[in-house]
């Protein structure tokens, strides 16, 4: 039996705390509705459940996916576990459990097939977002509780770091599956490469993005680079923040905050911008660097974010870099380097067509006709079995 023929008709409810048109929704939230829509498009009944917001209403379809919106950042939890066990979505076949941080604790709800979607682990994260004792019991639950809690179920990650990280926690390796992100087709804008130099940094304001480093090595180089603007393109909870850290470090007209933009902006930006600066402490996969990379624009990432280390091919589409000081002087030695920039644009632009949404939809939904079966698949992606 196909996968396609496998799931028609059965009904996946995901569980999320945000979803794209959220203002706090980023790449995790656009890796699970191109999973969803994937589903729909396969004749399954999908469901998403997140958090209420102020920018969609509270139930909508749209491609295919109902969404249904409850609760707050924290209540969505509550809000998810009991619209399961009051079957407010009538019968569920599959379930799939965003694991963002903190678990909706599902498995306790439902004895039908869970699915564990973890895009990375936050063991650093957080003691940075929430210090003190709720992020030790934040830890706890993430790396000890919960993998006891889904030890039986079946997980999906979007990078072999992860999928490396979770084994750590103690996910046995064979229901661990990767299924990368894809990219988007490119819009197209015509405008070319800014004439001064300029770097971007996409993507929410929030502390774990380390935007300070992106700032500071900004200011660091107009010494060589006078022209240099650095643009910061996004919004969120920390923004204030940024823009008092930019103001006190007498950034002026080096740092430019461009906010929430639409699509066509942000493609805009990807393309004027000689390089993308991702100085994120931690990343699952990093969305924008494939969306620049369409552009010719190869980004800049430390390492040790993780998925960084699969996303861009190492001096071939982009560079890794260990700590801030590294950082800082890969940008001014490639702001200085025209041929190797346009080199590593060139590999960057490669790059940006090895991952499509449509191979990670039908890896996908090799998964969750998988767990239907009730057969564990095992750590590479379900299409090179």
Same mark, same amino acid.
């Given at each position: 039996?196909s #996968?396609t023929?496998?799931?028609a008709g059965?009904?996946?409810?995901?569980?999320s !705390?945000?979803d794209?048109?959220n203002?706090?929704?980023g790449g995790?939230?656009?890796y @699970?509705?191109?999973?969803?829509?994937?589903?729909?498009e396969?004749?399954a009944?999908?469901?998403?459940?997140c958090a209420?917001?102020a920018a969609a209403?509270?139930?909508e379809?749209l #491609?295919?996916?109902?969404y249904?919106?409850?609760? *707050?950042?924290?209540t969505?939890?509550?809000?998810?576990? $009991?619209?399961?066990?009051?079957?407010?979505?009538?019968?569920? #076949?599959v379930v799939?459990?965003?694991?963002?941080?903190l /678990?909706?604790? %599902?498995?306790a709800a439902?004895r039908?097939?869970?699915v564990?979607?973890?895009?990375?682990?936050?063991?650093?994260q957080?003691?940075?977002v929430y210090?003190g004792?709720?992020?030790?019991?934040g !830890?706890?639950?993430?790396?000890a509780l919960?993998?006891r809690?889904?030890?039986?179920c079946q997980y999906?990650t979007?990078s072999?770091a992860?999928?490396n990280?979770?084994?750590?926690l103690?996910? #046995?390796?064979?229901?661990?599956?990767v299924v990368?992100?894809g990219?988007d087709?490119?819009?197209? +804008?015509?405008?070319?490469?800014?004439?001064?130099?300029?770097?971007a940094v996409?993507g929410?304001l929030?502390?774990?993005?380390?935007v300070e480093?992106?700032?500071d090595?900004?200011?660091?180089?107009r &010494?060589?680079?006078p022209?240099?603007?650095?643009?910061v393109v996004?919004?969120? !909870?920390w923004?204030?923040?940024?823009?008092?850290?930019a103001?006190?470090?007498?950034?002026?007209d *080096?740092?430019v905050?461009d906010?929430?933009v639409d699509?066509?902006?942000?493609?805009e930006?990807y393309?004027?911008? !000689? @390089?993308?600066?991702? /100085?994120? @402490?931690?990343? &699952?996969?990093?969305?924008?660097i494939?969306?620049a990379?369409?552009?010719?624009? /190869?980004?800049?990432a430390?390492?040790?974010?993780?998925? %960084?280390?699969?996303?861009?091919?190492?001096?071939?589409?982009?560079v @890794?870099? =260990?700590d801030?000081a590294?950082?800082?002087?890969t940008?001014?030695?490639?702001?200085?380097d025209?041929?190797e920039?346009?080199?590593?644009?060139?590999g960057?632009?490669?790059m940006?067509? =090895?991952?499509t949404w449509?191979?990670?939809?039908?890896?996908?939904?090799?998964?969750?006709? $998988?767990a239907?079966?009730? +057969?564990?698949?095992?750590?590479?992606d379900p299409d090179e079995e």
């Amino acid at each position: 039996m196909s #996968d396609t023929s496998e799931i028609a008709g059965r009904h996946v409810a995901f569980f999320s !705390w945000r979803d794209t048109r959220n203002p706090e929704g980023g790449g995790a939230e656009r890796y @699970l509705e191109k999973m969803a829509e994937g589903l729909a498009e396969r004749g399954a009944q999908v469901t998403i459940l997140c958090a209420a917001h102020a920018a969609a209403p509270p139930d909508e379809t749209l #491609d295919g996916v109902r969404y249904v919106r409850r609760g *707050t950042k924290l209540t969505v939890y509550r809000e998810g576990v $009991s619209a399961l066990l009051r079957r407010e979505f009538g019968s569920v #076949d599959v379930v799939v459990d965003v694991q963002n941080g903190l /678990p909706f604790f %599902t498995r306790a709800a439902t004895r039908k097939p869970v699915v564990v979607l973890v895009h990375h682990v936050h063991r650093e994260q957080w003691p940075v977002v929430y210090p003190g004792v709720t992020g030790r019991v934040g !830890w706890w639950i993430e790396h000890a509780l919960a993998p006891r809690l889904y030890r039986s179920c079946q997980y999906v990650t979007v990078s072999r770091a992860t999928r490396n990280e979770l084994q750590q926690l103690g996910v #046995d390796r064979e229901r661990i599956a990767v299924v990368h992100n894809g990219t988007d087709p490119v819009i197209p +804008v015509g405008i070319g490469k800014a004439t001064y130099p300029m770097i971007a940094v996409v993507g929410r304001l929030v502390p774990h993005k380390q935007v300070e480093h992106a700032i500071d090595a900004a200011l660091a180089l107009r &010494g060589e680079h006078p022209d240099l603007r650095l643009h910061v393109v996004g919004s969120g !909870w920390w923004e204030a923040e940024l823009h008092a850290y930019a103001a006190a470090r007498g950034a002026g007209d *080096t740092v430019v905050f461009d906010g929430q933009v639409d699509e066509r902006r942000k493609h805009e930006i990807y393309e004027q911008a !000689w @390089l993308l600066g991702l /100085p994120s @402490l931690k990343e &699952g996969w990093g969305l924008v660097i494939g969306e620049a990379g369409m552009h010719r624009t /190869p980004a800049v990432a430390y390492r040790s974010a993780g998925g %960084t280390r699969e996303s861009i091919a190492h001096e071939r589409s982009g560079v @890794l870099v =260990d700590d801030p000081a590294e950082f800082t002087s890969t940008l001014g030695r490639l702001l200085a380097d025209h041929a190797e920039r346009a080199r590593l644009g060139e590999g960057a632009l490669a790059m940006s067509h =090895d991952f499509t949404w449509q191979h990670a939809q039908e890896s996908f939904t090799h998964v969750v006709a $998988s767990a239907l079966r009730g +057969v564990r698949i095992d750590s590479q992606d379900p299409d090179e079995e």
